[in-house]
């Protein structure tokens, strides 16, 4: 393969990837815990809302503490889920530019 035809595969791959990245930090990512607990995140792992059962109440500071570990996990199930996709899209291109000597992630 000539150059002129590398540069052109090359230009072609960062844009898809640049695509796929776009793609997934638009993406909204919805985690629960203990079916009171919504977490919304952005693939960029910026957190878009948390939603409490409006059902939910609290008896005591148990339960304030119970609340406060069900938002961590929901927001650590929404990372996971993050980076699992992020892994599965772009794990491709990591493979490709791993074999020219390039590493971007």
Known sequence: MN????????????????????????????????????VDM???KEIKEVRI????????KEDYEMLSD??????KEAYRQIDKTTQEKMGKYQALLGGMGGGLF
């Open 53 to 60: 059962d409006p059902d939910f109440e609290a008896e005591g």
């Open 3 to 38: 150059q002129q035809a590398m540069l052109r595969k090359i230009q072609k791959m960062q844009k898809e990837m640049m695509d796929t990245q776009k793609q997934i930090e638009e993406t909204v990512f919805t985690a629960n815990a203990g079916g009171v607990v919504s």
């Open 42 to 44: 952005y693939g960029t």
């Open 70 to 75: 069900m938002i961590v996990a929901a927001s």
